[in-house]
């Protein structure tokens, strides 16, 4: 009997380990965008990971080049609204203007059909 009672005591710690790890975030892996026009832009992308840790790379491009890229890391967090509509806070302790840009709340739309999120005004394709 008590072989049975440790069994069933770490079957439940087995799952309640599993559901915080997945309730860590609504997102998770590596999304990246183009954001091109013209000539000139930058290659934005998110790698969401475990315990509410993002790093965001911003590549700058010319010419379709990579010129330049800047490696910020922080944390998100995602609020789900009453309306079923989703909000994204980031937080980067990185003073660069990159952390400033794409930093605090925007928009979040998450399409698993088509392996989408979209922040704010910008859909990332999961890679």
Known sequence: MKKF???LCLAL???MLCATLASCGKVNGTYTA???VLSTGAKITYDFGAFKK?????????????TGTKIIEG?????EKDDGSMNITFTFESK??????????QTLKIDKEND????????????
Request: glycine letters at 8%; aromatic letters at 6%.
């Open 116 to 127: 989408t999120i979209t922040i704010g005004l910008v859909t990332y394709k999961k890679v």
């Open 34 to 36: 183009d954001l091109t």
């Open 96 to 105: 660069e203007e990159e952390a400033t840009t794409y930093g605090g709340t």
């Open 5 to 7: 009672a440790r069994i």
């Open 13 to 15: 710690v087995a799952v």
């Open 75 to 79: 944390k998100y967090d995602v609020e």
């Open 54 to 66: 993002v790093t965001l790379t911003v590549e700058t491009l010319v010419a379709g080049s990579v």
